[in-house]
């Protein structure tokens, strides 16, 4: 998502829908930000057409932050006109998982992906060139302990990795697993003590706890299906 600069991550899940964190667009209003498509390097207009759109509408969880500073930290944002697929051939919509898989993710790897800081010793500098690294999906009780326990609630889940994470900036963003060959988003990075510190890993909303929502605020638009199977 784009305002001045990349500021946070989303996932296109809809031909008119982005799926992103609660606290990328909490304080924000429609048409006051963009969404920008399809680009590797924010920097330069050269390398790929890049597609933006305008949000027209911004739908928070409704349980966003109750029970926990990030609990439900999901948002949908509605396009102002929907991607046509059959002409955009780069661009296609991330598959959601088919039912929540609760602890079956716990030693899966995930890749994450964005824009974010890339040395949190330098937190100012955010990456010119889409990154991406992979992250272990662990046990959420283990999570607690390097945090508040509270802090890390059911709709939750952490993940970790030798030196590498998600960082600031990479919000909203998606955290994929590769379910037989197809890139599964199973959670929207939210947030983390620090970035890369053994003891506080990154910390995601799992998708699956809100598919039903997600469904409810979606048209039965092309979705990923489509294509994958
Ligand atoms: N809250 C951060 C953001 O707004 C994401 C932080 C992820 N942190 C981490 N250590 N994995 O961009």
């Given at each position: 998502m784009y305002w001045d600069k990349f500021y946070c991550g989303g996932s296109?899940?809809?031909?008119d829908t982005v799926l992103t964190a609660a606290h990328c667009v909490v304080n924000r209003k429609p048409y006051t930000f963009d969404v920008i498509l399809g680009d590797i390097n924010w920097t330069t207009k050269k390398e790929t057409l890049d597609i933006r759109r305008q949000v027209i509408r911004i739908d928070i969880h409704p349980r966003f932050a109750q029970r926990a500073t990030f609990d439900y930290d999901f948002a949908l944002l509605k396009l102002h006109s929907r991607i046509n697929f059959d002409i955009i051939s780069f661009i296609r919509p991330a598959c959601l998982p088919f039912y929540d898989q609760d602890d079956l993710l716990t030693g899966q790897i995930g890749t994450v992906s964005g824009w974010?800081?890339?040395?949190p010793k330098n937190p100012t500098v955010q990456a010119n060139i889409l990154q991406k690294t992979n992250v272990e999906i662990m046990n959420t009780q283990e999570c607690k302990n390097g945090y508040p326990a509270s802090e890390v609630t059911s709709t939750m889940f952490c993940a970790k990795a030798n030196s590498t994470d998600s960082c600031y900036g990479d919000s909203g963003g998606p955290l994929t697993v590769n379910q037989d060959g197809v890139h599964v988003l199973e959670g929207v990075i939210s947030w983390g003590k620090n970035c890369a510190k053994p003891q506080w890993p990154g910390v995601y909303s799992n998708v699956g706890k809100v598919l039903r929502w997600i469904r409810d605020h979606t048209r039965d638009a092309h979705s990923c299906w489509q294509d994958a199977i």
């Open positions: 296109l899940i809809r031909d974010g800081v890339i040395d």
